[in-house]
């Protein structure tokens, strides 16, 4: 691995890389995290947010204002992350850009778009490489920030789908799908506090962060009341992408995939680290400023297609509901009739085969006793019973002769 610079408090230099550094600086970086979260302790896991131990709930310490957790207070916490799983869990990873515009904190859109006077804005971005179907950003530090550079991972959850539709059409209709792609769902990454430590937790519930790590402790400190969904990295990041230079560099990359004849996932063919001219060249993307209202607007409307739909779908189901009921019922009746109808013939074949079988011992019965009768004659008449009996063949083989 990689030896990286750091400054004289430890941190590492993330200024100056080239993007293929830039991208292994931050994996060091996480792996370092991973260490010394490991050694951590009186985390709200699961596990205590469950079982509501009085001991385990003192082993958390106080919250911010100076006393000590509660009962009630994980109570609290537990409906909260329920309404989170509800609200952002569907059947599918990720999360809409208006989707995560309309929910996050308000201080962090301002912080994204730098509307704020106390040093903590977002001035820049850079657009420096893809990993497959995650696009990485160099999104450079606040002036209050202690550091200088951080790195968010953007994830199109579409990829695969617009990756097929793209090959074989033509330029307008690719850039469409371009387009569409990067608004519909994404999972997102940063390496900041503010995420780690506010919105990981939201993210890894409502499946639209990308892993690892998944984060199950709850933030019992930071966010409580588990509000917002990304920080303003993440925020700036994700809107500068909505511009058509930066969509233009992630079609280049799906047309490239797309005739492609190695693996989609191979990271040795499918990872790109921009060249210096092609940041610069992306770094005119003049699509910085996020509008909250237009997105919570767009995701409202988005929201009320799907409330329709699913009355639809709700509709349409009660009435195949009631239609394959009806037809289950004249099957059921159909195939009662028809039952009976066997039975009824059954009874009948059954009773005809033992009418028939009576006639059939009637008969042998008659035969029987005229056999006996000629045979007793014939004795009568001084002929030896076998003399008789071949007699009686004798005239069995004449009748059948005529």
Same mark, same amino acid.
């Given at each position: 691995?990689?030896?990286?610079?750091?400054?004289?408090?430890?941190?590492?230099?993330?200024?100056?890389?080239?993007?293929?550094?830039?991208?292994?600086?931050?994996?060091?970086?996480?792996?370092?995290?991973?260490?010394?979260?490991?050694?951590?302790?009186?985390?709200?896991?699961?596990?205590?947010?469950?079982?509501?131990?009085?001991?385990?709930?003192?082993?958390?310490?106080?919250?911010?204002?100076?006393?000590?957790?509660?009962?009630?207070?994980?109570?609290?916490?537990?409906?909260? @992350?329920? %309404?989170?799983?509800?609200? !952002?869990?569907? =059947?599918?990873?990720?999360? /809409?850009? +208006?989707?995560?515009?309309?929910?996050?904190?308000?201080?962090?859109?301002?912080?994204?778009?730098?509307?704020?006077?106390?040093?903590?804005?977002?001035?820049?971005?850079?657009?420096?490489?893809?990993?497959?179907?995650?696009?990485?950003?160099?999104?450079?530090?606040?002036?209050?920030?202690?550091?200088?550079?951080?790195?968010?991972?953007?994830?199109?959850?579409?990829?695969?789908?617009?990756?097929?539709?793209?090959?074989?059409?033509?330029?307008?209709?690719?850039?469409?799908?371009?387009?569409?792609?990067?608004?519909?769902?994404?999972?997102?990454?940063?390496?900041?506090? @503010?995420? %780690?430590?506010?919105?990981? !937790?939201?993210? =890894?519930?409502?499946?639209? /962060?990308? +892993?690892?790590?998944?984060?199950?402790?709850?933030?019992?400190?930071?966010?409580?009341?588990?509000?917002?969904?990304?920080?303003?990295?993440?925020?700036?990041?994700?809107?500068?992408?909505?511009?058509?230079?930066?969509?233009?560099?992630?079609?280049?990359?799906?047309?490239?995939?797309?005739?492609?004849?190695?693996?989609?996932?191979?990271?040795?063919?499918?990872?790109?680290?921009?060249?210096?001219?092609?940041?610069?060249?992306?770094?005119?993307?003049?699509?910085?400023?996020?509008?909250?209202?237009?997105?919570?607007?767009?995701?409202?409307?988005?929201?009320?297609?799907?409330?329709?739909?699913?009355?639809?779908?709700?509709?349409?189901?009660?009435?195949?509901? /009631?239609?394959?009921?009806?037809?289950?019922?004249?099957?059921?009746?159909?195939?009662?009739?028809?039952?009976?109808?066997?039975?009824?013939?059954?009874?009948?074949?059954?009773?005809?085969?033992?009418?028939?079988?009576?006639?059939?011992?009637?008969?042998?019965?008659?035969?029987?006793?005229?056999?006996?009768?000629?045979?007793?004659?014939?004795?009568?008449?001084?002929?030896?019973?076998?003399?008789?009996?071949?007699?009686?063949?004798?005239?069995?083989?004449?009748?059948?002769?005529?």
């Amino acid at each position: 691995m990689a030896d990286f610079e750091k400054d004289r408090f430890g941190r590492y230099v993330t200024q100056g890389l080239s993007p293929k550094q830039f991208d292994k600086v931050f994996d060091t970086i996480h792996q370092d995290r991973q260490k010394r979260r490991r050694q951590k302790a009186r985390q709200l896991t699961p596990a205590v947010l469950k079982n509501k131990n009085l001991d385990e709930i003192l082993k958390l310490g106080k919250k911010q204002v100076g006393t000590f957790f509660t009962i009630d207070d994980l109570k609290s916490f537990e409906r909260n @992350r329920k %309404q989170v799983r509800k609200q !952002y869990t569907g =059947t599918q990873t990720g999360i /809409t850009h +208006a989707q995560l515009v309309a929910n996050s904190r308000s201080i962090d859109v301002k912080r994204a778009n730098n509307n704020v006077d106390d040093g903590s804005g977002i001035t820049s971005a850079a657009f420096k490489g893809m990993r497959h179907n995650v696009a990485l950003i160099d999104v450079t530090a606040s002036q209050r920030s202690v550091h200088k550079n951080h790195r968010v991972e953007i994830r199109f959850e579409t990829w695969d789908e617009a990756l097929e539709d793209a090959a074989g059409n033509d330029v307008g209709a690719q850039q469409r799908i371009a387009k569409k792609m990067v608004k519909d769902r994404v999972s997102v990454n940063c390496n900041c506090g @503010r995420y %780690q430590y506010w919105y990981r !937790y939201i993210a =890894t519930a409502g499946n639209f /962060t990308i +892993a690892p790590p998944k984060e199950y402790v709850y933030p019992k400190l930071k966010n409580p009341t588990l509000e917002g969904v990304a920080c303003k990295h993440i925020i700036h990041a994700l809107t500068r992408m909505q511009g058509s230079g930066w969509q233009s560099r992630v079609l280049m990359t799906l047309r490239k995939n797309a005739a492609g004849e190695h693996y989609g996932d191979d990271p040795k063919k499918t990872t790109e680290y921009f060249t210096d001219d092609e940041i610069k060249r992306l770094n005119r993307n003049r699509k910085s400023q996020t509008n909250q209202r237009a997105a919570r607007a767009e995701f409202n409307r988005y929201q009320a297609r799907l409330d329709a739909l699913a009355g639809k779908l709700k509709a349409t189901d009660k009435q195949q509901l /009631t239609k394959t009921r009806k037809q289950l019922l004249k099957a059921r009746t159909i195939t009662q009739k028809e039952q009976a109808r066997r039975e009824a013939a059954q009874r009948k074949l059954e009773e005809a085969t033992a009418e028939r079988d009576a006639l059939k011992q009637q008969l042998a019965d008659t035969l029987i006793m005229q056999k006996q009768i000629f045979i007793d004659a014939q004795v009568m008449a001084g002929k030896t019973p076998e003399q008789a009996r071949r007699a009686y063949l004798e005239h069995v083989k004449s009748k059948l002769g005529n």
